[in-house]
T-cell receptor, first 111, second 113 residues
């Protein structure tokens, strides 16, 4: 039962352009959503989050959008930089406890 | 303020042996979470602990796996009689309170021969 899904295993984007990573969820009880970035042989690093009472949160080059009716969220990175190349995980929680992760999307930024 | 620390970073065990994975949360953090990542998959929740208490172990296999977070010292994830299917990366995360943002350690990569 995959409650959080990232349907694109990989994404390739030109440096300087916008990267858009997508995530869908099925559990309407989720009230908090997060994006983590992960390099090989390291732990996930928190990037940005959004509460279910909001539809947008922005932090520098990173913006997360939440569409509750569609049970969909997305992460926009603009402009994309080579250091952004990593695996990105979407995660969701209910009541601030365990995180439910998607399978991850491998983002490659091409120079 | 040091981050979440995990040791060992790499652990090799033969089938039937025991594996002990340690996690020291960030200073001031009393909530600890363990996750497992199998190859090419996302992280899966295993257990959530506070000092001396297991709060949620709904993701733990029923047999061979146990976890503790004593009053003093690191949190320990213990796997008895390991099998090849236990080979994975095990991540620990901590938070200062019941909060949504969890800070992750670098992980322990367990290989069962």
């Amino acid at each position: 039962d995959q409650q959080v899904k990232q349907n694109s295993p990989s994404l390739s984007v030109q440096e300087g352009r916008i990267s858009i990573l997508n995530c869908d969820y099925t559990n309407s009880m989720f009230d908090y959503f997060l994006w983590y970035k992960k390099y090989p042989a390291e732990g996930p690093t928190f990037l940005i989050s959004i509460s279910s009472i909001k539809d947008k949160n922005e932090d520098g080059r990173f913006t997360v959008f939440l569409n509750k009716s569609a049970k969909h969220l997305s992460l926009h990175i603009v402009p994309s930089q080579p250091g952004d190349s990593a695996v990105y995980f979407c995660a969701a929680s209910q009541g601030a406890q365990k995180l439910v992760f998607g399978q991850g999307t491998r983002l490659t930024i091409n120079p | 303020n040091a981050g979440v620390m995990q040791n060992p970073r790499h652990l090799v065990r033969r089938r039937g042996q025991e594996a002990r994975l340690r996690c020291s949360p960030m200073k001031g953090h009393s909530h600890v979470y363990w996750y497992r990542q199998l190859p090419e998959e996302g992280l899966k929740f295993m257990v959530y602990l506070q000092k001396e208490n297991i709060i949620d172990e709904s993701g733990m296999p029923k047999e061979r796996f146990s976890a503790e977070f004593p009053k003093e010292g690191p949190s320990i994830l213990r796997i008895q009689q390991v099998v090849r299917g236990d080979s994975a990366a095990y991540f620990c995360a901590s938070s200062p309170r019941l909060a949504d943002e969890q800070f992750f350690g670098p992980g322990t990569r367990l290989t069962v021969l």
